[in-house]
């Protein structure tokens, strides 16, 4: 298994991924241009926007992960979000999620800007069985404006 | 009491509400660089940055809140994270945290992006009570990177 | 303001602070046959049934509480579950329901069962601020079978 | 597999289980004293003392679930409460823990007393992956006595 960044060539496999992880989420029947849009800012390379990272074996990719860098006030070098993170169904129990998380951990560093967080519902025990080893809760919670 | 964005001449007030806010979350004694950088961003009107927001009445700042744009994979727009609320501890109970989350969803609003949230200790309970008022929660715990 | 344990002639006071209760937790318009029993259960002084504390001023009652003890299989002595805690309205804010609890920690160390626990919504903010102080939140949560 | 209520002869496989339970609730090295008294107190047969199920297959102890009905000051038939659940670690995924919670469920309704509720941590993520599905996490959480 490679981490690696994403590229256009994925977009068909990407585009499943993504998909899977939207319905998932109770976001079913997403339109095309949604994930039109979503490849072309990751793929793009703008540094203040998304990028991608997938997990790839022979060819197949088993997740993906996408963060960006965003200001934060009492750190001057910012903070790095990592919105989404996916594995296939069939590729659970390889340590994908646990590598891609990683893999972020590692651009983070390479950016100069250390600081990496996520969001995931209280609920999401699976998730958070990965996420007691390789993160850290922190005992907050999120709070949004009602739409 | 006026809800307005925060200018130089609130430098010595703002820093000292400020102050009282990370001594609140166990972050005392920053140094005044600390507060020059921060004060800097906000007032430098960069809309990729923090902005601020105070409360004011009779010349005292009672309040205030530093928040951000920044993007979101599945909203073209972005979001808007609400980082800083602190009201004066002699100005609670006036509705100053209310009128500070309601003035930046008309900002958040006015730039074309109202999606706002915002992050909280599960135990800060009298935030909570009025963030069930203004706010929803979201059901999602934040986890960090340890570092 | 006096801790004491309800007494017949406390009926009427009783009934009104537990009615009030009730209604907080959504079970308004209980018949009188619900109090009825209630009061006659914590009356008869059972040691196996619930016990019953009011704390009273100038012949008012200002709150109320209701424990029992029962087997706990690591504790040979067993355990006090302090059920219902109320504090009428108007006397908020005067140390009542503090002053019950305590009340209760000292009747379970007379029985020889120090053990005691409560349970909380996780949103009850107001009470949460005191449970905090005089008690330990567990990381215990609670799970109904489905009735 | 079969669920059947504690014998005599389940003494030896009974208390590996047991103590396997309380190593991993961080309680190691409990002395034989307390597993005799466990034990001498579930098959007493005492219907105001703890009850013991297990799940046997082919002679073999697979699990085990120690519950009581205690009074309820709302509920004049009481509650029954589920303290203890394990399933030995080579017999999981068989529906081991899900058999014994429905026994249980079946042995409260057999008493007249269908309430039954249970504690677990909030991070017991397989647990909650369970619970989830035959119970309903009630939003109250536990606090305890400072002892």
Do not use: K
């Given at each position: 298994?490679?981490?690696?960044a994403l590229r256009s ?30 490849f072309t800012r990751l793929i793009a390379d703008d540094p203040s926007d998304f990028h991608g990272l ?12 996408h963060?960006v860098f ?37 651009a983070?560093?390479?950016s ?36």
């Amino acid at each position: 298994m490679e981490i690696r960044a994403l590229r256009s060539e994925d977009r068909p496999q990407w585009q499943a991924l993504y998909d899977d992880y939207h319905r998932f989420y109770d976001r079913p029947d997403l339109p095309d241009a949604f994930f039109d849009q979503a490849f072309t800012r990751l793929i793009a390379d703008d540094p203040s926007d998304f990028h991608g990272l997938v997990a790839e074996a022979d060819g197949i990719l088993l997740g993906l992960t996408h963060y960006v860098f965003h200001p934060h006030l009492w750190r001057p070098e910012g903070t790095c979000y990592l919105q989404d993170l996916y594995t296939a169904p069939d590729a659970r129990g390889r340590g994908v999620a646990r590598a891609l998380i990683e893999a972020v951990y590692t651009a983070a560093d390479r950016s100069g800007t250390p600081a990496v967080y996520w969001l995931t519902q209280e609920t999401n025990y699976a998730g958070r069985m990965l996420y007691d080893r390789v993160g850290r809760q922190s005992g907050f919670i999120r709070y949004n404006r009602p739409l």
